[in-house]
């Protein structure tokens, strides 16, 4: 199975501040096919479902806010959400979906 | 807009069968070419993917979880099930339907989630 590793694993940031979240893989995600990166995030907020945000690594889901974006290729990816706002509280987690099984992250809480 | 929610007993004593169901709503489930998955969420194990069934009715489980695991599709019904055996304190978790768009996707919707205690 291919390992997804985050960093950090919490992060406090300042309302209106840069939050950087890093994601390894133990493998490339990148299919030299179409050249697409097999990488997705998901915000997770207390008592509620993953909510998919971005995939292909760097798509941004229909509706989320363009303070949210993926960047990275092969092994290393981060998600950024530039000028954090109140309501982005949560866990974030990136999702391989490279190979079967896909597998996630262990998670990263951003704070305020 | 497809929703989906998992129903089921939210208490399994240790080696018994747990069972959920997700009810699919918004959309046939028979309908597109969509993947329709079960993943759990615990402190000790995080996010892990269960299996999943195609429209067709064909499954893929999850290796880790070697013989125990059953997903069925109730196409009369709109949803799909998930059955695993012989249960331990290490399977209790939210359990979560989810949708895929492939074989390699991501996972969206996601249902709200069922959790699901084991305990004699």
């Known amino acids: 199975d291919i390992v997804m590793t985050q960093s950090p694993g919490s992060l406090a940031v300042s309302l209106g501040e840069r939050a950087t979240i890093n994601c390894e893989s133990s493998?490339?995600?990148?299919?030299?096919?179409?050249?697409?990166?097999?990488l997705a995030w998901y915000q997770q907020k207390p008592g509620q479902p993953p909510k998919l945000l971005i995939y292909w690594a760097s798509t941004r889901e229909s509706g989320v806010p363009d303070r949210f974006s993926g960047s990275g290729s092969g092994t290393d990816f981060a998600l950024t959400i530039t000028s954090l706002q109140a309501e982005d509280v949560a866990v974030y987690y990136c999702?391989?979906?490279?190979?079967?099984?896909?597998?996630f992250g262990q998670g990263t809480k951003v704070e305020v | 807009q497809v929703q989906l929610q998992e129903s089921g007993p939210g208490l399994v004593k240790p080696l018994e069968t747990l069972s959920l169901t997700c009810t699919v709503s918004g959309g046939s489930i028979t309908s597109g070419n969509y993947y329709w998955t079960w993943i759990r969420q615990s402190a000790g194990r995080g996010l892990e993917w269960i299996g999943r069934?195609?429209?067709?009715?064909?499954?893929t489980y999850n290796p880790s979880f070697k013989r125990r695991v059953t997903i069925s599709l109730d196409t009369s019904n709109n949803r799909f099930s998930l059955k695993l055996t012989s249960v331990t304190a290490a399977d209790a978790a939210l359990y979560f339907c989810?949708?895929?768009?492939?074989?390699?996707?991501?996972?969206?919707?996601w249902g709200q989630g069922a959790l699901v205690t084991v305990s004699s």
């Open positions: 069934i195609y429209t067709s009715g064909s499954p």
């Open positions: 493998q490339s995600l990148l299919y030299s096919s179409n050249n697409k990166n097999y």
């Open positions: 999702q391989q979906y490279y190979s079967t099984p896909p597998t």
């Open positions: 989810a949708r895929a768009g492939g074989v390699l996707s991501w996972f969206d919707p």
